[in-house]
């Protein structure tokens, strides 16, 4: 039987709109889970006048009758998602343990890890990845070397816990005094602090593992949420500029504990344009007027950090790529509001290396590829109130068309505002969207 889930990824180096789509198929699916990064993510959901930044709580909140997981592969920061979870409750979101689950096999990121992200970053100067700080690298490096990682599980156990933290911060303040000169962490402080955000938590944590993959075999619909863009993706984007977990469709089965089948239909979301946050190779990047007339009309800043965005030209090259690595089944094109009032409008559509057409993508080589482009006509109309594909202008549904021969794959869906309503169904596949 075909399977009901989907699963919403980013095409690009993050930020491309997948809280709105999550959020628009949220209503007709039973879990929604997070199953990779941590709160380095920034989901924004526009439900009427109000604006919902997500971290690290599935998009799913705000919707009932949803399970909202976070599942095994996913770097879970407790401080953080006590603050989301009361912040969301200060709203009047409920949240509780009939709509959020935990797994108690997610890694956890502590005090330590945050602290050695902001010191490796600023040893590594002006060589620096130019993470969000949110100690999602460390937390997966010490998940990788196992004996100084600490579970979700361990969290509720309150003598494992003592034990843990005890041990490991003696090492980190050992390493971080040799590294960085740092003072020594408050050992006690911590020990206090965890053990209470263990009990906040514990009526959440639970085999999520086992959850979902019943919920699969009784066909109950899967919604998977990614997190950052596939080029961030730590073994096929654009390494060492990437995170650390696996983002693309790839990475669904790891982080959620679920066959390889239960991906379902994927869904690749794209903006119109290309940005990034922090550093690394971005060769269609525009550092000029351009690049700042998309960041201001798009409000190119981070959720998360608040930092400016590189902004660049659509690279189809990149979204080819990112969606054969994930079979994308159909692409949702966000933000083509943003491009309205540009005379001209470039799209990249091939690289070239030492002077000869790239044929395979290799993202090793970002760095050292030249941009073919393409001119295509812009369009001045203000899109934000189109509510059907034959009231955008001619040259904006060219766009759409060139895009989607250039990736090979349908444009199923067209965003043109933040808004739930301004959303533009160009048939697409998906089930709960039609
Ligand atoms: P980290 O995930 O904080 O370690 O950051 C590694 C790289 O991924 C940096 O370039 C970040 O700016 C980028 N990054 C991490 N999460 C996101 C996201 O949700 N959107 C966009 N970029 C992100």
């Given at each position: ?19 709105k ?21 920034g ?30 592969g ?10 989301e979870i009361?912040?969301?409750q ?5 949240i ?66 003592t ?20 003072e020594?962490?408050?050992i ?17 944590v ?18 998977f ?16 500029f ?8 790839c ?45 201001r009309?798009?409000?190119e ?31 949702a ?12 409008i ?36 203000d ?7 034959e009231?955008?202008?001619?040259n ?14 349908p444009v ?10 301004q ?12």
């Open positions: 039987m075909e399977s009901k889930n989907a699963t919403v990824i980013g095409l690009q180096w993050g930020d491309e709109g997948k809280g789509i999550v959020d628009a198929l949220a209503g007709t699916s039973r879990y929604v889970v997070r199953y990779c990064g941590g709160a380095n993510a989901h924004t959901v526009t439900v009427g006048s109000e604006r919902f930044a997500l971290h690290l709580i599935p998009c799913g909140i705000l919707h009932k009758d949803v399970m909202n997981v976070i599942a095994n996913v770097a879970f920061d407790p401080e953080v998602a006590v603050d009361k912040g969301l200060d709203r009047g979101v409920h509780g343990a009939d709509n959020l689950s935990i797994s108690s096999t997610a890694q956890v990121v502590m005090p330590w890890h945050k602290q050695q992200d902001l010191l490796s970053e600023q040893q590594l100067k002006d060589q620096k990845i130019g993470t969000t700080a949110r100690g999602i690298g460390p937390c997966y490096s010490d998940k990788a070397n196992r004996s100084t990682a600490v579970r979700v599980a361990d969290l509720l156990d309150e003598k494992t816990l034990q843990k933290i005890r041990f490991i911060a003696t090492i980190k303040n050992r390493i971080f005094a040799a590294l960085y000169e740092a020594p962490m408050d006690d402080a911590i020990v206090e602090q965890y053990t209470r955000l263990g009990r906040d938590l514990s009526p959440m639970r085999n999520t593992g086992a959850m979902l993959r019943d919920a699969f075999d009784n066909a109950q619909r899967i919604l949420e990614g997190g950052q863009g596939s080029m961030l993706d730590v073994d096929h984007g654009t390494f060492p990437v995170t650390s977990s696996s983002v693309s469709a990475g669904v089965p790891g982080g959620a504990g679920v066959p390889p089948k239960a991906v379902g239909h994927v869904v690749g979301i794209l903006k119109a344009y290309t940005t990034r946050v922090g550093a690394g190779p971005f060769p269609t990047e525009q550092d000029n007027d351009t690049g700042e007339y998309i960041r009309k798009g409000k800043f981070g959720t998360t950090t608040g930092r400016p965005r590189r902004c660049g030209w659509l690279d189809t090259c990149v979204v080819k790529y990112t969606s054969d690595l994930s079979g994308v089944d159909e692409l094109l966000m933000l083509l509001d943003v491009l309205s009032g540009l005379d001209e470039k799209i990249c559509k091939a690289y070239t290396y030492k002077g000869k057409t790239v044929k395979d993508f290799d993202p090793a080589l970002m760095g050292q590829v030249e941009c073919v482009y393409e001119t295509l006509p812009g369009w001045s109309e899109l934000t109130n189109c509510k059907r594909l009231e955008l202008p001619a904006a549904r060219s766009y759409i068309a060139r895009i989607s021969e250039l990736i090979d794959r199923g869906i067209v965003s043109v505002g933040p808004g739930r309503k959303t533009i169904a160009n048939q697409t596949q998906i089930e709960g969207l039609t």
